[in-house]
């Protein structure tokens, strides 16, 4: 296997370790529930393609869902940001050139552009999330404020954990 799969495996096992462990025991006034497991399918190559990205997103998502206990809330919330992902990583990211990002990060693209969708895909994963989690429109402010709330956490976290264990020299390969 080369380099680039190692470093993804590595990624995703900090990662889930990391929301497993840590992440899924907090809970900041019943509105914060950091998941940085996502940053994992945000971080995955551009030349991925459709299936191994749904997939891949499935899989990372039912197998929190095992482990922390839930219905199928991270599986579905998981999947619709992989699909969300590949229509926007081309607009966003790249900005419509044809150019494949190995590891996108806040080092690899523009960090205003990076943000962007990190925010923009975060912030769908927690609309997903808290509306299958609540399913109804009683509570539809506090859907909205925790989304707003989660979205930016896990951004300020994503973009710390960009700076401390994204490698520049990593995403210039």
């Keep these: ?29 019943g509105y914060v529930m950091p998941m940085l497991y996502l940053l994992f399918i945000l971080m995955l190559p551009t030349s991925m393609g459709r299936v191994p990205m749904l ?8 197998l929190v ?15 619709l940001v992989a699909m969300m992902r590949i229509t926007f990583a081309d ?3 790249t900005r419509g050139e044809n150019v494949v990002i190995e ?3 806040i080092f690899s693209v523009t960090p205003q552009y990076f ?5 923009l895909l975060t912030a769908a994963f927690y609309l997903v999330f808290y509306s299958v989690e609540l399913f109804s ?20 976290l994503a973009v710390l954990y960009q700076y401390a264990f994204v490698r520049r020299k990593e995403t210039e390969k």
Excluded: E
């Design 55 to 62: 997939l891949t997103a499935f899989g990372t998502g039912l």
């Design 115 to 119: 943000i962007s969708y990190l925010l």
């Design 91 to 93: 607009r966003i990211l």
């Design 65 to 79: 869902d095992i482990m922390a206990g839930a219905l199928g809330f991270h599986t579905l919330a998981c999947t």
């Design 1 to 29: 296997m080369n380099n680039l799969v190692w470093r993804n495996i590595v990624r995703f096992l900090v990662l889930m370790l990391l929301q497993l462990f840590v992440l899924n025991n907090v809970y900041l006034g």
């Design 103 to 105: 590891t996108p990060s």
């Design 137 to 156: 429109f009683r509570g539809l402010g506090d859907v909205l404020l925790a989304t707003v709330c989660s979205t930016v956490v896990t951004t300020l």
